[in-house]
């Protein structure tokens, strides 16, 4: 983070503390188990992890963006990948969407609940039939006399199963395309929401992935978050902090997969010689160094333009499309290093290894990156 001073420093310290102290002696289990406790949200509204960066009067810490970012890194750093998507959906999207398109009204009802842990959120954009194609989603609001009525189906929707809040795209204006998107805060014990059962992943195993179900599902006219008909150009507008959130946890999680690879070829052996002294090991390693700098300085550029509102969603798709791809490629190198031994659950390495690979699919994949930037050079 472009950020250095006492305040960042004890930040720091204190994420690090926590996660040590509340979720290293848990999360293998968690990990085995494919579920993290509902609880936990709680204990990390305690210590101060969530709403790092939201308002004081809301409970928030009221520090800036870059360290809701910090936190990001450094669960991501410690191997927590499964925890790092829901934190970063909880903490690093939900929340400011509430704060910057929400009413006050909206703010004061869930803001201090998500902050403490006691109410968890999500986002419901996906679904079956569409992706990142959002203007194809089916699942639609109806308005009513007694409010809105919202039937339809939602998948891949990290921390599904227990938001007590999702945000939902759906279509009010079947005919405007893009247009007709509108976002509603859904109350999860309203009747007509249902979840399907968790999906299970190849890695992230313990971040609960659900399907989500609308079924004659009334919310209050009062539970449009914005405007009607603007729900696609809120996405755009929120999008810059996903990706960066996105990128925090590639630097982190890269970052901890090349400390575990250097930790390992210094101390392994093999024709009379570590592992680390090995041209190729060494070249590899060094190459992984040089690229991880560099996308911290691009990150790094990228947060300031948030800050000065100046970040383009052209500027966050070449983020996340650059640094994911290299987190990716970095930690098979890594795991590369390991030899056989990286390809056992044994070594944390194997799970950085599978954490890593839906990076470059939510959040936009790559392929959607490269059309958004494309577009940008040369139009539509």
Same mark, same amino acid.
């Given at each position: 983070?472009?950020?250095?001073?006492?305040?960042?420093?004890?930040?720091?310290?204190?994420?690090? /503390?926590?996660?040590?102290?509340?979720?290293?002696?848990?999360?293998?289990?968690?990990?085995?188990?494919?579920?993290?406790?509902?609880?936990?949200?709680?204990?990390?509204?305690?210590?101060?992890?969530?709403?790092?960066?939201?308002?004081?009067?809301?409970?928030?810490?009221?520090?800036?963006?870059?360290?809701?970012?910090?936190?990001?890194?450094?669960?991501?750093?410690?191997?927590?990948?499964?925890?790092?998507?829901?934190?970063?959906?909880?903490?690093?999207?939900?929340?400011?969407?509430?704060?910057?398109?929400?009413?006050?009204?909206?703010?004061?009802?869930?803001?201090?609940?998500?902050?403490?842990?006691?109410?968890?959120?999500?986002?419901?954009?996906?679904?079956?039939?569409?992706?990142?194609?959002?203007?194809?989603?089916?699942?639609?609001?109806?308005?009513?006399?007694?409010?809105?009525?919202?039937?339809?189906?939602?998948?891949?929707?990290?921390?599904?199963?227990?938001?007590?809040?999702?945000?939902?795209?759906?279509?009010?204006?079947?005919?405007?395309?893009?247009?007709?998107? %509108?976002?509603?805060?859904?109350?999860?014990?309203?009747?007509?929401? %249902?979840?399907?059962?968790?999906?299970?992943?190849?890695?992230?195993?313990?971040?609960?992935?659900? +399907?989500?179900?609308?079924?004659?599902?009334?919310?209050?006219?009062?539970?449009?978050?914005?405007?009607?008909?603007?729900?696609?150009?809120?996405?755009?507008?929120?999008?810059? /902090?996903?990706?960066?959130?996105?990128?925090?946890?590639?630097?982190?999680?890269?970052?901890?997969?090349?400390?575990?690879?250097?930790?390992?070829?210094?101390?392994?052996?093999?024709?009379?010689? /570590?592992?680390?002294?090995?041209?190729?090991?060494?070249?590899?390693?060094?190459?992984?160094?040089?690229?991880?700098?560099?996308?911290?300085?691009?990150?790094?550029?990228?947060?300031?333009?948030?800050?000065?509102?100046?970040?383009?969603?052209?500027?966050?798709?070449?983020?996340?499309?650059?640094?994911? +791809?290299?987190?990716?490629?970095?930690?098979?190198?890594?795991?590369?290093?390991?030899?056989?031994?990286?390809?056992?659950?044994?070594?944390?390495? %194997?799970?950085?290894?599978?954490?890593?690979?839906?990076?470059?699919?939510?959040?936009?994949?790559?392929?959607?990156?490269?059309?958004?930037?494309? /577009?940008?050079?040369?139009?539509?």
């Amino acid at each position: 983070m472009p950020i250095h001073d006492e305040d960042s420093d004890l930040f720091h310290t204190m994420i690090r /503390r926590v996660l040590e102290q509340e979720v290293a002696p848990h999360f293998d289990a968690w990990e085995e188990a494919g579920a993290m406790p509902k609880s936990l949200w709680q204990t990390l509204g305690a210590a101060g992890l969530l709403g790092i960066d939201m308002p004081e009067i809301y409970g928030g810490a009221g520090a800036r963006m870059e360290i809701c970012q910090m936190a990001v890194e450094e669960i991501a750093r410690q191997g927590f990948g499964g925890l790092c998507g829901g934190y970063n959906i909880h903490a690093n999207i939900v929340m400011p969407y509430l704060l910057h398109i929400g009413t006050e009204a909206q703010r004061q009802q869930w803001l201090p609940k998500m902050i403490s842990g006691d109410a968890v959120g999500a986002i419901a954009m996906t679904e079956p039939g569409a992706g990142s194609d959002l203007a194809a989603i089916r699942t639609h609001a109806e308005r009513t006399d007694e409010g809105w009525l919202i039937n339809g189906a939602k998948v891949f929707i990290t921390n599904g199963l227990h938001a007590d809040l999702v945000i939902v795209c759906a279509k009010t204006d079947p005919k405007a395309g893009a247009k007709g998107i %509108s976002l509603f805060l859904v109350d999860t014990r309203l009747a007509g929401f %249902s979840r399907g059962k968790a999906i299970k992943k190849i890695g992230q195993h313990c971040s609960d992935t659900a +399907e989500l179900f609308f079924a004659d599902l009334l919310v209050p006219h009062d539970a449009l978050l914005g405007d009607i008909g603007k729900g696609f150009s809120y996405l755009m507008q929120e999008l810059p /902090r996903e990706r960066l959130g996105v990128a925090a946890q590639a630097i982190g999680a890269t970052e901890g997969a090349l400390a575990l690879t250097l930790d390992y070829v210094k101390e392994r052996r093999a024709f009379g010689q /570590r592992i680390a002294d090995f041209q190729n090991s060494r070249f590899k390693l060094a190459e992984a160094r040089a690229q991880l700098d560099m996308a911290r300085v691009y990150l790094d550029h990228c947060i300031d333009k948030y800050n000065a509102n100046a970040m383009t969603p052209t500027d966050a798709a070449i983020l996340k499309l650059q640094l994911t +791809e290299m987190q990716c490629k970095i930690t098979d190198q890594c795991l590369q290093l390991f030899g056989g031994y990286g390809y056992t659950v044994e070594y944390p390495i %194997s799970r950085f290894y599978v954490d890593a690979r839906v990076q470059t699919i939510y959040a936009g994949s790559s392929e959607i990156m490269k059309e958004v930037i494309a /577009r940008s050079m040369l139009g539509k």
